[in-house]
C-alpha cells in the first residue's frame, strides 16, 4: 500500500540557507500536517493543510512558509536556517471525515541538519 | 491549543510483564478519536492503536489495548507480555471529528523494556 513520502530523507544545511521539504501524502488524503522535533523532544505541530488551504497553524516560525499544491502534496520552506532548526521533520496525512484510526499515517521523516 | 498530557516521561518494565501509559487529554469536541505513536529509536512514527469516543468497547489490537475513560478524558495504553521491541517513545494524540485540522502530540512516555 502506498504511504506518505517525505524527500529528502536527510538534508544539510548550513546556517542562513534555505531548504525545502517535501511531502507526498496517501491518494486521497486531502489533509497534510507538518511537525518538528528537536532532539530529545516531543514533535511540534508545525502547520495544517486541508483541500489547499492553511487549515490550523502552531509553533512555526516566520521564517519557514508551506503550502499545498492542487495535487495535494505539500512543500515546507525553511529561510534563513539557524542551529537550532536542526531537527527531523514529519509530515502525515489524512482524509479529513474518516475518524477511523488506520487513516492518519506518518512519512519516515526528513533529517535536516543545519551547521 | 489542545492540551494532552502524558505525565510518565519514562518507564521500565520487565520483558513479559504488562505496562500502562497514561494520558489525559482535553478537546472540545465531542465526537474524537484518541491516536496512539511509538516511535523507536530509529525515528519513524508508527501507528499502534485507535479510539473513537463513541465506540462502546475499549479499543484492542494484538497485544495493545486501551482504557478509555471518558467522563475523565483518559485513556490509558496497556502492553501485555512486553518485548524488547517495545523500547521506544509513545505518543497519544485526540483528533476531533470538526476540528480535524488539529492534531497534537503529548510529551510521550519513554518506555524501557528490561530482559
Known amino acids: 500500500a502506498a504511504g506518505v513520502i517525505q524527500s529528502p530523507r536527510h538534508l544539510i544545511k548550513e546556517k542562513r540557507e534555505t531548504a525545502t521539504l517535501k511531502c507526498y501524502p496517501i491518494?486521497?488524503?486531502?489533509?497534510v500536517y507538518w511537525y518538528q522535533q528537536g532532539p530529545g523532544q516531543d514533535p511540534q505541530f508545525l502547520i495544517s493543510?486541508?483541500?489547499?488551504?492553511?487549515?490550523d497553524k502552531g509553533s512555526i516560525p516566520d521564517r519557514f512558509s508551506a503550502q499545498q499544491f492542487s495535487d495535494y502534496h505539500s512543500e515546507l520552506n525553511m529561510s534563513s536556517l539557524e542551529l537550532g532548526d536542526s531537527a527531523l521533520y514529519f509530515c502525515?496525512?489524512?482524509?479529513?471525515?474518516?475518524?477511523?484510526?488506520?487513516?492518519?499515517?506518518f512519512g519516515e521523516g526528513s533529517w535536516l541538519t543545519v551547521v | 491549543a489542545q492540551k494532552i498530557t502524558q505525565t510518565q516521561p519514562g518507564m521500565f518494565v520487565q520483558e513479559k510483564e504488562a505496562v500502562t501509559l497514561d494520558c489525559t487529554y482535553d478537546?472540545?469536541?465531542?465526537?474524537?478519536?484518541l491516536f496512539w505513536y511509538k516511535q523507536p529509536s530509529s525515528g519513524e512514527m508508527i501507528f499502534l492503536i485507535y479510539?473513537?469516543?463513541?465506540?462502546?468497547q475499549n479499543a484492542t489490537e494484538g497485544r495493545y489495548s486501551l482504557n478509555f475513560q471518558k467522563a475523565r478524558k483518559s485513556t490509558n495504553l496497556v502492553i501485555s507480555a512486553s518485548q524488547l521491541g517495545d523500547s521506544a517513545m509513545y505518543f497519544c494524540?485526540?483528533?476531533?471529528?470538526?476540528?480535524?485540522?488539529?492534531?497534537?502530540f503529548g510529551s510521550g512516555t519513554k518506555l524501557n523494556v528490561k530482559p
Open positions: 502525515a496525512s489524512s482524509p479529513r471525515r474518516d475518524l477511523a484510526g488506520n487513516t492518519i499515517y
Open positions: 491518494p486521497r488524503h486531502d489533509t
Open positions: 493543510f486541508y483541500e489547499k488551504m492553511q487549515s
Open positions: 478537546t472540545s469536541d465531542q465526537s474524537y478519536g
Open positions: 479510539q473513537g469516543s463513541y465506540d462502546e
Open positions: 494524540a485526540p483528533r476531533g471529528r470538526y476540528n480535524f485540522n488539529k492534531f497534537y
